[in-house]
């Protein structure tokens, strides 16, 4: 049996500018998983973008900067941080491909948020400023490790997150300012934190579109319920 391959839209590193690059915890879980990574780079055009998607049997949508506010109709925020119209561009393409022609997509971090906004949905820009709430969500101000639980979340019961981390209250890292704000038509919330913020989300009456806030390719080394996302994920893939 060929094993499943996924495509990871890849950037440009934005502080250098000088080559593309994917966090190894992405690359690493899917091939536990099971899966074989593919990188793509955001700046190829739709085209080539395109003969790339059909060769793959799921997409993976990584962490990263921040999505463009003027897509879903907003002024920039103060606080919103490095935006790459091109990685916003190659992301939008492969989550309406993935979602039309029902190919999995798991989107983690900003590609929760990525895959939310490019089927019509909004963004907070800033949590500290517009959200009230005193929970801690972005690690890097606490110094917090890539693998360490910052807050938990709850878990909707039946969900498909649920029945793949066999928990209705999970551990989570955290490493975000932004979040979904107007959840796009076909998503169902299935995770929260505390204060209310979205953590997850997935489309119910698909094989695999599901998006969650948190790191879990940073825990998978060790946490047997966050492995289990990218082994759910490549099961799903390989189902033809």
Same mark, same amino acid.
Request: charge should be negative; charged fraction near 25%.
């Given at each position: 049996? &060929?094993?499943?391959?996924?495509?990871?839209?890849?950037?440009? !590193?934005? &502080?250098?500018?000088?080559?593309? $690059?994917? *966090?190894?915890?992405?690359?690493?879980?899917?091939?536990?998983? *099971?899966?074989?990574?593919? #990188?793509?780079?955001?700046?190829?055009?739709? %085209?080539?973008?395109?003969? =790339?998607?059909?060769?793959?049997?799921?997409?993976? =949508? $990584?962490?990263?900067?921040?999505?463009?506010?003027?897509?879903? *109709?907003?002024?920039?925020?103060?606080?919103?941080?490095? +935006?790459?119209?091109?990685?916003?561009?190659?992301?939008?393409?492969?989550?309406? /491909?993935?979602?039309?022609?029902?190919?999995?997509?798991?989107?983690?971090?900003?590609?929760? !948020?990525?895959?939310?906004?490019?089927?019509?949905?909004?963004?907070?820009?800033?949590?500290?400023?517009? /959200?009230?709430?005193?929970?801690?969500? %972005?690690?890097?101000?606490?110094?917090?490790?890539?693998?360490?639980?910052?807050?938990?979340?709850?878990?909707?019961?039946?969900?498909?997150?649920?029945? #793949?981390?066999?928990? !209705?209250?999970?551990?989570? &890292?955290? @490493?975000?300012?932004?979040?979904?704000?107007?959840?796009?038509?076909?998503?169902?919330?299935?995770?929260?934190?505390?204060?209310?913020?979205?953590?997850? #989300?997935?489309?119910?009456?698909?094989? @695999?579109?599901?998006?969650? !806030? /948190?790191?879990?390719?940073?825990?998978?080394?060790?946490?047997?319920? #966050?492995?289990?996302?990218?082994?759910? @994920? +490549?099961?799903?893939?390989?189902?033809?």
């Amino acid at each position: 049996m &060929n094993k499943p391959r996924i495509l990871i839209p890849t950037p440009i !590193q934005f &502080n250098t500018a000088r080559s593309f $690059s994917t *966090g190894q915890g992405y690359i690493n879980s899917l091939v536990t998983a *099971g899966g074989i990574p593919l #990188m793509a780079p955001v700046t190829i055009d739709e %085209n080539a973008l395109r003969g =790339l998607y059909e060769l793959v049997d799921g997409v993976l =949508l $990584s962490g990263g900067g921040d999505v463009d506010p003027a897509v879903y *109709g907003e002024t920039t925020h103060e606080k919103t941080g490095y +935006v790459d119209r091109d990685r916003d561009r190659a992301e939008f393409l492969l989550t309406r /491909w993935a979602v039309a022609d029902d190919k999995p997509i798991f989107g983690i971090c900003r590609g929760i !948020q990525a895959m939310n906004v490019a089927l019509g949905g909004s963004l907070v820009q800033d949590i500290p400023s517009e /959200w009230e709430s005193t929970l801690k969500h %972005n690690g890097r101000y606490e110094n917090a490790t890539r693998d360490e639980v910052l807050h938990h979340v709850a878990v909707e019961a039946g969900s498909r997150i649920e029945k #793949m981390v066999q928990n !209705q209250d999970v551990g989570v &890292n955290s @490493f975000h300012h932004q979040a979904v704000k107007r959840v796009a038509e076909g998503f169902t919330i299935t995770s929260r934190a505390p204060d209310g913020i979205i953590e997850g #989300m997935e489309m119910p009456d698909k094989r @695999f579109v599901v998006g969650v !806030q /948190w790191h879990p390719e940073e825990m998978s080394a060790v946490r047997a319920d #966050m492995l289990n996302l990218f082994v759910e @994920f +490549v099961d799903a893939c390989a189902v033809a």
